[in-house]
């Protein structure tokens, strides 16, 4: 469903992403690893619009996508979390979940200002929506909490549920597991692995935890220093000499 | 570190030396047909002198001054207190509004023509407040050039009612409008900028409009203004003593009671007072609508929403559109009351106090805002009497209450929108 095509961007003189490819199929993890400072957040943030790349083509379920910018891209289905949680800290857990689902809701002034029946219908979804997402993640309790004053672990797990109240295709998460203890990233393994079983949505993460990438993804690519190195199965990946030897440095 | 004080109290004293001595030592006296220089009184030297030796104390003591400062907001009882649960404050808050409210319902029919007069500016600020409390305080855009909407609702008044004959009904709903697209298409191109940046190109915004207003001197008569502006009329009745207008009544002999000047001052009042109320409900609930809750997330995390499909620049041009609307509005009562308008009512003084409210009120807050520009309003009025030092006070009391409350009169607490337990 994503395909992305030699895809290079260019900061000055530094080439950070060159001729890198990957494609997600439907109903899939694919890992992106790579040493620190490979390039795999610029690839995150030219899928994802943020960066406007320099060469090379993203298609999404056949269409163009590059240079989009980033709301479109990310009302076509394509939602990403961050390296280091974005949460509104101020609003509580649930408005966050609201927030997110701006687009599902009817946000014409005047139907708002007078409450009309379709008005008060989608808000009373959305709030059902974010109900069930945070007994899904396990936040119930929290509900009506600031988010800023969560645990980190359940910040995390915030996060990952209002991008799911968008109703995405294809999730992007740059190092989910990025501090959690082992328990915590034992859980989000298998969110993870349920997200895509049960809500049928295809997932792209950078990672660094190794148990994490190996036990979930059905396919990993590696880039280093911005080029690709390797892909293939997890079995694979780790029999490959080029990525044993980015990560260990040659003997 | 006390050798270190002394230096730097005697520079300070000698800078306050060099600086007030010339200005307030001297006097030019005319003599005849030349100007003298003259050496001011003796008192004046001397306090100059006494200045001098109060900065060099002050500076020297700063340290254990300043720690007497820093227990100031200790002294305020509320400063620490547990927040009260939302659903007590809101029912506080709406119990205190609703007795505001009366209270303003009925003081125009006990106080003087001057108190009612002074009372309808009041209302005026407090649109202009809580129109800009918008674009500020939720949605995060310092706007610097605000007053530049408000000239554009009461020059609409005036030149549609010079030109066309339009009458203050019609003109109110078109002033707001036309506010509100000056406010769009402004803002399209300006809304990419951020922070300081947009702080500097709505300030040119806003001198901009000021001195078109100033030099377009054929529409808009340039420096002299627009008089003339008629009043506003209760469904077809005058307060005029004389029925200006064809077709029209005058509201005392309907009614069949003497002529008097107040009614004027007490209808505009009443107008001013709904809209006010008017603005106040609209926002209040825009606040909890999917725009509030939009902005407020663009304030904290522009990049977070960004991914999450919000479209920053929509979001963000909705709230200026909402903010200048009400300044329109509140442009159409003040040409209005005034019945004569020119640019020297829109300088970025205007501005500023409207932002100084906004601040001092509490960003975001309503009921901190609305509080605030009372305060604003009045303060200046009170302090007629030593009108030379008038500034001075409404800038000693603004440092006072920086330092006192710097996160304003009543700090905005958002109103969560809660999530039932479900059976």
């Known amino acids: 469903m994503l395909e992305v095509k030699d895809l290079s961007m260019r900061f000055g003189g530094l080439l950070a992403v060159d001729q890198v490819s990957l494609n997600v199929q439907e ?57 280091h949680v974005r949460l509104f800290s101020q609003m509580t857990v649930v408005e966050n979940l609201l927030v997110a689902q701006h687009r599902h809701l009817n946000t014409n002034l005047i139907s708002g200002l007078f409450k009309t029946p379709d008005y008060r219908h989608r808000e009373q979804k959305s709030l059902d929506r974010a109900a069930y997402w945070l007994d899904r993640v396990g936040l119930t309790d929290m509900a009506n909490r600031e988010a800023g004053n969560l645990a980190y672990g359940q910040q995390r797990r915030l996060e990952i549920a209002r991008c799911m109240v968008t109703e995405p295709k294809l999730l992007m998460l740059d190092e989910p597991a990025a501090g959690l203890n082992p328990a915590e990233t034992k859980d989000l393994n298998q969110l993870i692995i349920s997200l895509k079983e049960d809500y049928n949505v295809s997932v792209v993460l950078i990672e ?7 036990g979930i993804s059905d396919r990993i690519n590696v880039i280093s220093q911005g080029r690709p190195l390797a892909s293939g199965t997890p079995d694979e990946i780790r029999q490959n000499d080029d990525v044993i030897k980015a990560y260990l440095g040659e003997a | 570190m006390a050798a270190n004080n002394i230096k730097h109290a005697l520079f300070s004293a000698i800078v306050t030396l060099i600086i007030a001595y010339p200005i307030l030592g001297f006097n030019l006296v005319s003599e005849g047909s030349s100007m003298v220089l003259k050496g001011a009184e003796t008192s004046t030297i001397i306090g100059v002198f006494f200045a001098a030796l109060a900065v060099f104390l002050f500076q ?165 203004g627009i ?33 008097a000047g107040e009614h004027k001052v007490i209808f505009l009042y009443l107008i001013a007072l709904v809209l006010a109320v008017i603005t106040a409900i609209v926002i209040r609930r825009l606040m909890r609508m999917p725009v509030g809750r939009a902005w407020e997330a663009l304030r904290e995390d522009e990049i977070a929403s960004r991914s999450l499909g919000l479209n920053r620049t929509a979001i963000k041009l909705s709230a200026f559109t909402i903010g200048a609307f009400f300044a329109g509005f509140a442009g159409t009562v003040f040409a209005s009351k005034q019945g004569f308008i020119s640019p020297e009512s829109f ?77």
């Open chain 2, 60 to 224: 020297l003591f700063r340290d254990n001054m300043t720690g007497v400062l820093g227990k100031l907001p200790a002294l305020n009882p509320l400063a620490n207190r547990p927040p009260m649960a939302q659903k007590k404050r809101l029912k506080l808050e709406s119990v205190l509004l609703t007795l505001m409210l009366v209270g303003a319902l009925f003081w125009p029919f006990m106080a003087s023509r001057g108190a009612v007069d002074l009372a309808t500016l009041v209302l005026i600020y407090i649109m202009l407040a809580l129109g800009l409390n918008v674009v500020v305080g939720l949605a995060g855009l310092l706007d610097l050039g605000y007053v530049a909407f408000y000239a554009v609702g009461a020059y609409s008044f005036a030149l549609l009612s010079q030109y066309f004959g339009i009458s203050f009904w019609l003109a109110l709903p078109i002033g707001a409008l036309m506010a509100a697209l000056f406010g769009l298409v402004l803002g399209f191109p300006v809304l990419r900028l951020r922070g300081d940046y947009l702080a500097i190109v709505t300030l040119g915004f806003g001198e901009i409009i000021r001195i078109l207003l100033n030099n377009m001197t054929n529409l808009t008569g340039g420096p002299n």
């Open chain 2, 347 to 423: 300088v970025f003084l205007e501005s500023a106090i409207i932002l100084a409210i906004v601040v001092l009120g509490g960003m975001g807050s309503q009921m901190g805002v609305i509080l605030a520009a009372i305060a604003v309003t009045i303060l200046p009025e009170l302090a007629r009497e030593f009108s030379e030092y008038r500034m001075l006070i409404f800038g000693a009391a603004m440092v006072l209450m920086m330092v006192w409350r710097p996160q304003g009169l009543l700090p905005m607490r958002r109103i969560h929108i809660e999530l039932k337990p479900q059976e």
């Open chain 1, 208 to 214: 660094h935890d190794m148990s994490l990438v190996m």
């Open chain 1, 27 to 83: 109903h899939e993890i694919l890992a992106i690893i790579g040493p620190n400072g490979a390039g795999k957040t610029t690839v995150f943030n030219c899928m994802s619009g943020f960066y406007k790349p320099t060469g090379g083509k993203i298609l999404f379920e056949g269409r163009e996508i590059q240079g989009k910018p980033d709301f479109k891209i990310s009302r076509l289905g394509m939602v990403r979390t961050f390296q």
């Open chain 2, 227 to 259: 008089g003339g502006i008629p009043d506003p009329t209760l469904f077809g009745m005058e307060f005029g003593r004389r029925v200006k207008e064809e077709g029209n009544t005058s509201f005392h002999e309907t009614f069949g009671i003497a002529y």
